[in-house]
């Protein structure tokens, strides 16, 4: 099956598609349309190179995506967020990474404040910015472009008007009330869940590259193990972290990697938002195998091999937190 990619002007075509049968929105070259007309589930219209009309079969294929809920799930936030116009032009990833953000305002963190006041107080005074936002929710320190619509968006939902012109080191945790372990996520998406609080353990983040707030921790209390993408650069942040924290004499235990179980995607599959590659001409992509397990080494030589990665928010934390717990108890 195609990956399909879609941006919300292509959800809304295929709802008329369906609905209205027909749509005349520009989406005639996209990847997931060029599919649609090669497989015979829509058509050009005859006398109009604009408008695209559907076969009987299209009906079939927009139920088995799932086109309708997704539709209205995608617009309910983006209206109830004021971020819905003619022109937004968000693709699917974008949508996801939005509503990752507004989900920190129901997650209380150490100050008791929620997540995404913390966010946006350590944005008013510097402390994070555009970039670290980037990182976090959308994969690259340069996704969210200055003046563009997402960053439009994402100044919106955090509820700020303006990001700083500079951004300091910074570092969030979510705490719980009995931590038996520390899960340090290169991402903030699980930040935003409750299911490690609810199991006792505590989740920080300090975000890709951002190493200073852990050079400063005078101890670290509990085990800590990190939480990445499997790409390169996310074990390459690893491995940098992993030394910051060597570093620190009082400490319950070193860096831990934990190994992934989501599901491996194909690198070109997900080049519209992921930009790390393995580099092929080096042993291990360069990466340091005294760091790492023989499981993990056999794991990476296999998606180097394959040159897929495994996304950090695709892991079923729940089962990776019951995996730690055995290893403690």
């Known amino acids: 099956m195609i990956n399909k990619q879609l941006t919300w002007p292509e959800f809304k075509a295929l709802y008329q598609l369906y609905h209205e049968r027909k749509t005349n929105l520009k989406v005639q070259d996209r990847p997931y349309f060029k599919y649609l007309k090669r497989e015979g589930y829509i058509k050009t219209k005859i006398g109009s190179t604009k408008t695209i009309e559907p076969y009987s079969k299209f009906d079939d294929e927009y139920k088995r995506e799932n086109i309708e809920e997704l539709f209205h799930k995608y617009y309910s936030f983006l209206s109830e967020n004021r971020i819905l116009t003619y022109h937004t032009p968000f693709s699917e990833f974008e949508i996801k990474s939005l509503m990752y953000i507004k989900q920190c305002e129901n997650v209380l963190v150490d100050s008791g404040q929620t997540l995404l006041s913390e966010i946006r107080s350590k944005i008013e005074v510097g402390r994070d910015g555009r970039k670290g936002i980037s990182k976090s929710f959308f994969k690259s320190a340069k996704h969210i472009e200055k003046g563009s619509a997402l960053e439009d968006a994402v100044l919106k ?144 030589q296999s998606l180097i091999k394959t040159d897929e990665w495994i996304e950090e928010e695709g892991n079923d934390i729940g089962e990776i937190i019951n995996e730690i717990k055995s290893k403690i108890i």
Not at 193 to 206: D, G
Not at 245 to 253: F, G, L, N, T, V
């Open 157 to 300: 939902i955090i509820g700020i008007d303006k990001f700083p012109q500079n951004e300091g080191q910074w570092i969030y945790r979510v705490p719980c009330k009995n931590p038996t372990c520390i899960i340090l996520c290169e991402n903030r998406y699980f930040l935003t869940l409750n299911i490690a609080q609810k199991r006792n353990v505590e989740l920080w983040h300090v975000g890709g590259n951002n190493t200073l707030p852990i050079e400063n921790l005078p101890k670290i209390e509990y085990p800590i193990y990190y939480l990445c993408d499997w790409d390169l650069m996310g074990l390459q942040i690893y491995e940098r972290i992993y030394h910051q924290i060597e570093m620190i004499k009082d400490k319950a235990s070193s860096l831990q990697l934990l190994n992934p179980n989501g599901k491996p995607e194909r690198i070109k599959d997900t080049e519209d938002y992921h930009r790390s590659k393995w580099d092929k001409a080096t042993e291990l992509s360069s990466l340091t195998a005294n760091l790492y397990s023989s499981k993990q080494l056999t794991m990476i």
